[in-house]
Nanobody, 129 residues
């Protein structure tokens, strides 16, 4: 129902900034919660950020809180991830994901990879020292 395409990845020096974009197809974008995850070589995929379907609530792990900001633009069917003060440990492939509506809702759902049904192809972020 939803297809996602990430863009904006690349090389950046430590302390620099990047903005990722995730363009979504489909007419139901506005009712989907959206999230960003990342995976470094040899590590499990980890939660980075999420935003509620209305855009009224955002969620971050401690590793990126205060540095990353997720936002969405319903008119453009796009979700963004603004990344500031980047660190070498932020190096990973970043994935955009969409979570459809559920009969019941909880804040914990935003952190759960299994709750997201649609995924983009990923975009590489490399942060040099």
């Amino acid at each position: 129902q939803v297809q996602l395409v990430e863009s904006g990845g690349g090389l950046v020096q430590a302390g620099g900034s990047l903005r990722l974009s995730c363009a979504a197809s489909g007419r139901t974008f506005s009712i989907y919660a959206m999230g960003w995850f990342r995976q470094a070589p040899g590590k499990e995929r980890e939660f980075v950020a999420a935003i509620s379907q209305s855009g009224g609530s955002t969620y971050y792990p401690n590793s990126v809180k205060g540095r990353f900001t997720i936002s969405r633009d319903s008119d453009k069917n796009t979700v963004y991830l603004q990344m500031n003060s980047l660190k070498p440990e932020d190096t990973a492939v970043y994935y955009c994901a969409a979570r459809p509506p559920t009969p019941f809702n909880s804040d914990t759902f935003y952190y759960r990879e299994a709750e997201y049904n649609y995924w983009g192809q990923g975009t590489q972020i490399t942060v040099s020292s």
